[in-house]
């Protein structure tokens, strides 16, 4: 096979954007799951003309380098105003103020990740608010999005306002996709760690079917309604069971607790590009876990930090400042302190090998996970965060930060 096409490309540093088969101008690549439930090309060499554009659009070649942004970046702490949408985001509600102006003032249109009604999480691009509404809250799992691709593309040269909301390979490869810049789509990068395979999802849906009954209609990982903004166990099941609609919360859930630690991860998070200061999208979000030490009090109900990095994220920014409930630039120091996404990507635990291993049903998996050191130890800290009071938590990591 020649060596301009995307079968060189390292399989640790794919990340399954599904580029290379969208480029493909004779549909010789296919994304199939790989052992581990990880999108990833399979090329039909008696299809391939070797024209290797495959492999100069891939992300996962050092072409990904040119995205990066440069120019000055600015900092700041967030919460939204509306607070039925703080509760329903998974920190401070950033992403819902931008949806909000792109839907409601802008007349555009937006693409983010929702679960489809098979329980899988997917990108879809709409421009109604309904719709915008099953995207909030963070899914715990790789989501695909490269078909939204073509369509944005439409709608950007019908002169449509759009917001593309994923992880920072995502937005490489719409980037790449698009070529051209546009001024009228806004791309905003959620802070990622890492995302779990959709086959380890899918067999945690089927393990909650099964345990509870009912059909899962919802996994909500960073529910606030009873604990409040946090990182550790917040999951929410919503189910479906004799024509009733319940929640679970199930206690220590295994799959939770191995994305949080990340045992489950694609392997190319480990090792990601885009885990730097300097990033790919106009405006990057997250948790802003360090504003107990920057405000001295708890944020119950969640806060974000987000990063500029350029002139059409703040503009955009600078639109919206009354839609905050609170607003607070900062220092590059200060707001990605306690965020090591900003530095580096997550470590590869030991035990990451023996975590995904072929036909293993989930319990296998939350038993193989269990017996890990990494996840005994992990998994005690994370009880600790679960039912010691937030206040008392906050003391206790601060004593031991000061040590
Ligand atoms: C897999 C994953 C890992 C993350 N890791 C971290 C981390 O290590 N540190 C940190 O500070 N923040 C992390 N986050 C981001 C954080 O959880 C919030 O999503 C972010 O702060 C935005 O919150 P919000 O309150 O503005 O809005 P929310 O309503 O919570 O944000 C929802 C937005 O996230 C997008 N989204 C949800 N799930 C996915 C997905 N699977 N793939 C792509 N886009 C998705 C939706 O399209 C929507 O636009 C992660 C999010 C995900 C999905």
Redesign the pocket.
């Known amino acids: 096979m020649s060596d301009k096409t995307i079968a060189q490309v390292d399989k640790r540093a794919c990340t399954g954007c599904g580029l290379c088969a969208l480029k493909c101008p004779r549909k010789a690549i296919a994304l199939k799951p790989d052992d581990e439930g990880f999108l990833g090309p399979v090329l039909d060499a008696a299809l391939c003309i070797d024209c290797g554009l495959c492999l100069k659009t891939c992300p996962a070649t050092d072409v990904a380098e040119t995205l990066i942004y440069r120019e000055p970046r600015t900092y700041f702490a967030a919460i939204i105003a509306d607070e039925e949408l703080l509760l329903?985001?998974?920190?401070?509600?950033?992403?819902?103020v931008l949806a909000k102006r792109y839907i409601e003032e802008l007349g555009g249109y937006v693409c983010?990740?929702v679960y489809n009604e098979n329980m899988q999480?997917v990108h879809t691009v709409t421009n109604k608010w309904e719709e915008v509404v099953r995207?909030?809250?963070?899914?715990?799992?790789?989501?695909r999005a490269a078909h939204c691709f073509p369509e944005i593309t439409k709608l950007l040269q019908a002169d449509k306002q759009v917001l593309f909301?994923?992880?920072a390979c995502?937005i490489a490869a719409l980037r790449l996709y698009l070529g051209d810049k546009y001024e009228k789509l806004l791309c905003v990068e959620?802070?990622?760690?890492g995302?779990p395979s959709p086959v380890l999802f899918e067999k945690y849906v089927a393990h909650l079917e099964k345990k509870l009954g009912g059909t899962v209609l919802d996994v909500q990982f960073?529910n606030k309604e009873k604990h409040g903004w946090g990182s550790e166990h917040r999951t929410c099941v919503v189910y479906e069971k004799k024509g009733r609609i319940k929640k679970h919360r199930p206690t220590l859930p295994a799959y939770f607790s191995a994305f949080f630690y990340g045992l489950n991860l694609r392997e190319s998070c480990y090792q990601c590009r885009y885990a730097q200061l300097a990033r790919v999208a106009d405006l990057t979000?997250?948790?802003f876990?360090g504003a107990y030490h920057k405000y001295g009090k708890f944020f119950t109900e969640?806060i974000?930090v987000v990063c500029i990095n350029t002139v059409g994220g703040k503009q955009c920014i600078d639109a919206l400042r009354e839609q905050f409930a609170f607003f607070e630039e900062l220092p590059e120091a200060q707001a990605v302190r306690s965020?090591d996404?900003f530095y580096h990507s997550i470590p590869r635990p030991r035990e990451r090998d023996a975590f995904y291993q072929k036909n293993m049903r989930y319990r296998g998996l939350w038993k193989k996970a269990y017996l890990s050191k990494t996840y005994r130890r992990k998994t005690l800290a994370s009880i600790y965060g679960a039912f010691v009071p937030p206040k008392i938590r906050y003391a206790l990591h601060r004593i031991r930060r000061e040590k």
């Open positions: 329903k985001s998974s920190s401070g509600g950033v992403f819902g983010g990740c999480a995207m909030f809250g963070s899914k715990y799992v790789q989501s909301v994923g992880t995502q959620i802070l990622c760690h995302v960073r979000i997250g948790d876990w969640g974000s965020n996404n």
